[in-house]
């Protein structure tokens, strides 16, 4: 290791290491920190927090994956990415309960007064329906959910990531950045449900490998990450209130007969989502600022130089 520098803890990738050896770590880690918050969840507020938790560790993982793809054989990249994202899937109706809650919970106190006390309670205990399920059923979740992170955890130990290095990690990137800039043109141009949540997905990659590949220079990257970051939480606020709203005003559910009720809480959600929607396109000018190749070239050239110090460094 160079003299000076710490090991990095957490979600980065140490660049002191083969760049294989790395990427295995990191995602072992994640896997099985997430497992061991699910395990270790007991209230029903600790077993929601664990599940929160693995599914961030999946996307990570998911993330790490894509960074690796140039060199990480297709079966495997196949494989593993289809394993972590049902195990996801399967975690996702007990969390969108939550966050369907908690974001009905922040319009409604902004509307005090101008939406009946009754009719709060009525839409948020259905909203809740899915977060309100037993604790002992939620842990059975959990403790499914656990054993396949571990199972994962293992698998990603033997990855095949021998022939991956420097030039892999500009080129997995680079080409995730040009997904991301390209469904960032599609939300500019058609700003549909279905296409913010594909682009909020692809800067979630953006940030992440930002995130990974920070050691290599962390005053240029850390703040591109913290922006990357804060894109990603304003197109996440407006899925959420995209899911909420389409809760709410689904024809024929179980709320139609207050649909009155509803019209301050839907008039707040279309005019939330059009703030959170300006807001992101102003930030996405600029964190989509570079042509993908020259985003490529720039991110390689800091990781090729942390690669060579730490090898020349090693060789002395």
């Known amino acids: 290791m160079i003299a000076g520098r710490q090991a990095p803890e957490g979600y980065r990738l140490d660049l002191d290491r083969p760049v294989g050896e790395a990427l295995r770590s990191v995602a072992t880690q994640q896997l099985l920190d997430g497992a061991h918050r699910l395990r270790e969840s007991r209230s029903h507020e600790d077993v929601d927090a664990a599940v929160h938790n693995a599914r961030k560790a999946l996307k990570k993982t998911r ?3 894509r960074l690796a793809r140039p060199d990480l054989p297709a079966d495997t990249y196949r494989e593993e990415n289809g394993s972590l994202r049902d195990v996801g899937r399967g975690l996702s109706d007990a969390r969108d309960s939550v966050v369907l809650v908690a974001t009905f ?6 509307l ?27 842990r059975a979740l959990a403790e499914e959910a656990a054993r396949a992170l571990e199972a994962a955890a293992g698998r990603a130990q033997a990855w095949p990531l021998e022939g991956c290095d420097a030039a892999t990690l500009r080129a997995g990137a680079q080409h995730a950045y040009a997904r991301g800039r390209r469904a960032w043109r599609t939300a500019e141009r058609k ?5 913010l949540h594909a682009w909020r997905k692809r800067m979630k990659d953006l940030w992440y490998h930002q995130r990974l590949l920070a050691t290599a220079w962390p005053q240029a990257l850390e703040p591109q990450a913290k922006q990357s970051h804060r894109l990603s939480d304003l ?3 407006d899925h959420d209130l995209a899911l909420l709203r389409a809760a709410l ?15 301050p809480v839907l008039e707040l959600i279309a005019e939330r989502r059009a703030e959170l929607r300006a807001q992101a396109q102003d930030l996405a000018a600029r964190v989509y600022a570079e042509k993908p190749k020259a985003y490529g070239r720039r991110l390689g ?5 942390a690669h060579d110090v730490s090898t020349s460094s090693l060789g002395t």
Do not use: C, K
């Open 63 to 65: 993330s790490l994956l």
């Open 112 to 138: 005090v007064g101008l939406v009946p006390e009754p009719a709060v309670v009525e839409l948020r205990r259905w909203l809740a329906t899915g977060a309100g399920a037993p604790v002992r059923s939620r």
């Open 105 to 110: 919970d922040e319009l409604v106190a902004q």
């Open 235 to 237: 197109l996440g606020d």
């Open 301 to 305: 050239a800091y990781v090729h130089a």
């Open 249 to 263: 005003g689904g024809d024929g559910g179980p709320m139609s007969r207050t649909a009155a009720d509803l019209e």
């Open 191 to 195: 700003p549909t449900v279905e296409h």
